[in-house]
């Protein structure tokens, strides 16, 4: 595994509002020169939902692309598929459970690049939490809360991490793959009935699969001490709109940096109005303010630079092309200040 001391490079999460492959890729490494990333192009198909893109081999799986609904029918006999998600499992065969270029054609697009020189490259697959109770049955229960299709979310998901960082070593021995995480927002509420422990071996599971630098992408509230406990080597969260959440958990964050993680900071907007009023001054001092906290715990400043990345807070698909590419000039812009001020 190599170094996670990315001093602030910038990087992003996967899903852009182009529709566009190849626009897409040109956008990405326009701005993204050291840690590009394939885009995810929700616009272009239902088939790049978050939840479908990676639901290809999922037993029973039925998606209805006229009514854009993914469910699992287990009216159907599973067993079957369900000996061959374990036994590809059992077997790390990743390459029974590919990504197909009709649900992530930027993907595709992206590998065929050429004359790319980066430190590293970044992939996604959404993570097990999301994925698990987002997808139900046909009686519209989270699929997550049963044990055997609950399990076999994980495993799934795994083998598609597993072929994923595989084929982006293509372009790089040096991949990053984040688990796309969004409704660990609601973790410890009544809409999330699973024990911490369940959590962490749902999220370890998948992490498995994957031997280069692990991420969580999480947009929002969560208990952060759940996710650092896992296998997790680099933890996203929305510095811009949740700056304090993280910042309860010092002890925690300390740990987690002292044993060579990162953070990525998500400090640039994805809202057009509030884009609209920042610049990378501004977000400098925004980004400087985030990190004070933790400085005052113990955590050198120097130490969360060096360790950091910075990213958006979250998916550019509410700013349209244009905007999405002036996100991505800030981004860049505040990089490399921080760099130039810190480094």
């Known amino acids: 595994m190599f170094d996670a001391k990315f001093g602030c490079l910038p990087t992003m999460t996967g899903s852009l509002p182009h529709t566009d492959p190849i626009e897409a890729c040109r956008l990405v490494t326009r701005f993204l020169k050291d840690i590009p990333v394939w885009p995810q192009l929700p616009k272009r198909s239902f088939l790049e939902n978050m939840y479908v893109q990676y639901s290809q081999g999922f037993p029973g799986v039925v998606i209805e692309r006229e009514g854009e609904k993914i469910y699992i029918d287990r009216s159907k006999d599973l067993s079957k598929p369900l000996e061959r998600l374990y036994q590809a499992y059992l077997e790390n065969d990743f390459a029974k459970y590919p990504i197909s270029q009709e649900y992530a054609p ?190 005052r715990h113990g955590i050198p400043f120097k130490q969360l630079i060096e360790q950091g990345l910075l990213i958006p807070s979250c998916t550019l698909m509410p700013l349209g092309e244009e905007g999405a590419a002036t996100a991505l000039d800030m981004l860049t812009g505040l990089s490399a200040v921080i760099r130039k001020r810190y480094l």
């Open 106 to 295: 930027g993907l595709y697009a992206f590998l065929a690049l050429e004359n790319l020189t980066p430190r590293a490259v970044k992939g996604q697959v959404t993570g097990p939490i999301s994925w698990g109770l987002t997808v139900l049955d046909q009686d519209k229960k989270s699929i997550l809360y049963d044990d055997v299709l609950g399990d076999a979310v994980a495993k799934l998901l795994r083998l598609k991490a597993g072929w994923q960082e595989r084929v982006l070593k293509k372009l790089s021995r040096n991949t990053i793959i984040f688990l796309d995480e969004p409704y660990m927002t609601s973790y410890g509420s009544a809409y999330i009935s699973l024990s911490r422990e369940r959590v962490i071996s749902l999220l370890d599971e998948v992490f498995g699969g994957i031997s280069g630098l692990k991420g969580i992408h999480c947009c929002g509230n969560t208990d952060w001490s759940v996710l650092l406990a896992t296998q997790v080597n680099i933890l996203n969260f929305d510095a811009y709109n949740f700056a304090e959440s993280l910042s309860l958990y010092p002890k925690e964050v300390k740990r987690f940096l002292d044993g060579g993680g990162a953070i990525a900071w998500g400090i640039v907007p994805n809202q057009p109005e509030t884009l609209a009023k920042e610049t990378v001054a501004s977000l400098k001092d925004r980004l400087e303010e985030a990190m004070s906290p933790f400085t």
